[in-house]
């Protein structure tokens, strides 16, 4: 089985941004691949954030991933944190990785576009090394990511190539893989920007444990244009485009026969039938998430999921020391 490799940091509630994204596909990945996911707390501080919402978002993450249809007997969940081998890996490859790297972050870029280098956290700066790292220990053949994180995927390729090269065969080197549908779901109150949990005002962004009323509303203000027309065109028509990806993707319809059966009708009506279809995505996913939250499954998976993933981190975390000279034995 060839492995693969994912983690959502929750420096926010998760959004359906995440889920059509990132979660959704690992669920269908789980059955054909050996699946190593975790929940990237170490990335979360890469900007400040209250230790009790932090927490919380973990807990809720990790109770999501399972509410979302992870299931641990078939992938493995895990902490980043429990696993110490990252935060080292990440340090390794950050000694090998130019500034100039990561200078071209796009991410990085919109993350501090109006701040002063006097305020940025130099972890914002090096976090595509660690993000290299949590790919690399694991041998990951593929990472399932959304468009926005392409450019870290191949930042981990080029250290993984890089290293190979330097100290001989180590590392596998990934591949991206991005879901044709939904690799980059956008605001709805400005459909030219993602949607993000950190977004300053939240109309945009439907988080996945908002009340189901809320996220309603949410869809029917969402920002469109007066073309009054049903039809996928990214550019003159990001608005009504967005929401036909996130139709599409949550009901398996596709975008055409979407357009085809809304031709003619008004944009109230299409609002409605995709704010249905989020609904009634959010219902199943909420109901379960109410029963894990309250159980102690939460420990467990996470306790089993750190074992299974220290072995094989331990051992390529020694292998590269060894190759780098930096044990004595
Ligand atoms: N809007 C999105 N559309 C499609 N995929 C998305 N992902 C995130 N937002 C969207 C995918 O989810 C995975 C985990 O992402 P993340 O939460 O770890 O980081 P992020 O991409 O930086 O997400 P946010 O919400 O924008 O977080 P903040 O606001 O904290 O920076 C990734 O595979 C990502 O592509």
């Known amino acids: 089985m060839k492995r693969m490799v994912s983690g959502i940091k929750p420096t926010g509630e998760l959004t359906l941004g995440n889920y059509i994204g990132a979660l959704r596909n690992f669920v269908k990945y789980q059955d054909d691949f050996d699946l190593y996911v975790f929940i990237a707390n170490l990335h979360c501080v890469t900007v400040p954030i209250e230790p009790a919402e932090l927490r919380k978002n973990l807990k809720d993450a990790i109770a999501l991933y399972l509410a979302c249809g992870l299931d641990p007997e078939k992938c493995t969940i895990f902490l980043q944190s429990d696993v110490l081998e990252h935060a080292q890996l990440g340090w390794l490859l950050t000694c090998m990785t130019y500034m100039g790297e990561l200078n071209r972050m796009t991410q990085f870029k919109e993350k501090t576009h109006n701040q002063q280098d006097e305020s940025i956290g130099a972890g914002l700066f090096v976090y595509p090394s660690l993000m290299a790292a949590d790919i690399l220990l694991y041998d990951a053949d593929y990472v399932p990511v959304g468009n926005d994180q392409k450019q870290h995927v191949e930042l981990a390729r080029d250290l993984a190539q890089r290293f190979n090269n330097r100290y001989s065969e180590t590392f596998v080197v ?19 920007k993602k949607m993000s949990k950190s977004e300053e005002s939240n109309k945009g962004c439907i988080y996945l444990l908002d009340d189901l009323n809320v996220a309603r509303k949410k869809v029917m203000s969402a920002v469109t244009d007066n073309l009054a027309q049903v039809k996928y065109d990214k550019e003159n028509q990001p608005g009504i485009s967005n929401l036909l990806e996130i139709m599409s993707s949550l009901s398996s319809e596709s975008i055409e026969s979407i357009c085809s059966r809304f031709e003619g009708k008004g944009y109230g009506d299409f609002k409605a039938a995709v704010a249905d279809v989020v609904c009634e995505e959010l219902a199943k996913i909420q109901s379960k998430y109410h029963d894990i939250i309250n159980s102690d499954m939460i420990e467990t998976v996470l306790k089993d999921g750190a074992e299974k993933a220290h072995k094989q981190a331990f051992k390529k975390l020694k292998k590269v020391q060894k190759k780098m000279g930096i044990d004595i034995m």
């Open 174 to 192: 990934p591949e991206p893989k991005i879901a044709e549908v939904g690799a980059r779901i956008m605001s709805l109150s400005d459909p030219n």
